[in-house]
């Protein structure tokens, strides 16, 4: 048994934030169908690069799923979405506050056909923001909620913060509303102040000093030599955080410095002789070969791998961080790890566009005649 078996998630999201929530949903176990525009379906579909036709990244982000497609705008569709929505305990929407409520699925509206429904609503800047209206993807986001405005030349984020903060949060929230829902539940997630949520120690210097951290100014900000990246002899780096005085003397013992000890937390002039020092000691050595002389020696020192390295790890083949589920596809597993399980069943493969569309709609109670109209029709596919 996984943790929300028998709980029925309707997903009409595209791309990363709500696809990425109702992952971490069906992750425990619960059914999650999918809806999607016919003919295009969730863009991710066609996210970059792509492997025999098919998106490594759609093939994680949605696993486990059931795919039906269903045009909203029509008569015959909103007719199906209705009864998808009655039989379902959750349904997650990502589209620009207003867009639901024009076709007809607002808040108001689902939980007149279902009393019971926890409702989440995923956006830039949730639903009453005047910046509601404004269109935007995970880098305005970012830009927006501060976490590219440190160096002093900002690049385009490797992670996508935005997306993946919010898609927790609205998971967070739909299992809190499941806990002690007697209701329906309304959830508004917006994913700027998600991710500025996640900014504790800047904001928190912020609300302190009335100014923004700059670079050198805190320990996370590279105001100490034990808690900063050293350059190799290979071009390559260590990350050093040896912010107890036990890890920093056996740090120092290891890379016989240890006279340096003294100068720790010393003045800017000593902390500045104490990281050159460590400059010198770390680049006459292999990133790899400072990894195995300080990994096991209490040290927390660790090498910076890329994401082919951290991928075919050994910490990752034993956690089963990748694991390849039925029909070929490799996928990012859960790291969630408990007893019992929290998904009871094998993962699935992510579905193609509509390929549970007749199954799900004749247990809604359609009859092969009505599903063979409706697919003339074309309000599904």
């Not at 009864?83 to 409520?101: H, N, Q, T, Y």
């Not at 909620?145 to 913060?161: I, K, N, S, V």
């Not at 993946?164 to 929230?173: E, K, T």
Request: charged share 25%; with cysteine.
């Amino acid at each position: 048994m996984g943790f929300l078996d028998g709980v029925r998630v309707l997903d009409a999201t595209r791309l990363l934030p709500g696809g990425f929530c109702t992952m971490l949903l069906s992750d425990m176990g619960a059914e999650v169908i999918k809806v999607e525009q016919p003919g295009t379906g969730d863009y991710m579909r066609s996210t970059p690069p792509t492997k025999e036709g098919r998106s490594p990244a759609h093939a994680s982000v949605n696993r486990n799923k059931l795919s039906i497609g269903v045009d909203l705008k029509s008569r015959e569709g909103k007719e199906v979405m209705r009864r998808l929505l009655k039989g379902s305990d959750v349904f997650v929407e990502g589209f620009r506050p207003g867009a639901m409520a024009r076709l007809g699925f607002s808040f108001e509206a689902a939980r007149k056909v279902n009393r019971r429904i926890v409702y989440c609503s995923i956006s830039g800047f949730g639903q009453g923001s005047p910046l509601s209206s404004m269109p935007g993807h995970d880098i305005n986001f970012q830009a927006m909620a501060g976490t590219l405005g440190y160096a002093p030349r900002p690049e385009a984020p490797l992670l996508q913060l935005s997306d993946i903060a919010s898609g927790m949060y609205a998971a967070l929230g739909i299992l809190g509303a499941l806990v002690k829902r007697r209701g329906p539940v309304y959830i508004d997630v917006p994913m700027v102040a998600s991710l500025l949520s996640w900014m504790l120690i800047p904001a928190a210097a912020y609300l302190a000093t009335g100014d923004a951290p700059a670079p050198g100014s805190s320990l996370v900000l590279g105001s100490t030599p034990f808690y900063r990246l050293y350059g190799t002899s290979d071009g390559k780096r260590v990350a050093v955080a040896a912010v107890e005085g036990e890890f920093w003397r056996n740090l120092l013992d290891e890379l016989m410095l240890a006279e340096l000890e003294p100068k720790r937390l010393g003045t800017d002039e000593e902390r500045g002789e104490v990281r050159e020092a460590l400059e010198r000691a770390f680049a006459t050595k292999t990133r790899d070969q400072w990894a195995e002389a300080l990994m096991g020696r209490e040290t927390c020192a660790t090498p910076v791998l890329d994401i082919r390295e951290a991928m075919e790890s050994d910490w990752a083949r034993a956690g089963r961080a990748i694991v390849k589920v039925k029909g070929g596809d490799r996928v990012i597993n859960t790291p969630l790890r408990s007893k019992p399980p929290s998904r009871g069943r094998p993962f699935t493969r992510a579905p193609e566009l509509g390929q549970d569309t007749s199954r799900i709609l004749r247990r809604l109670g359609y009859s092969k005649a009505d599903i063979t109209a409706l697919f003339k029709a074309k309000a599904i596919q």
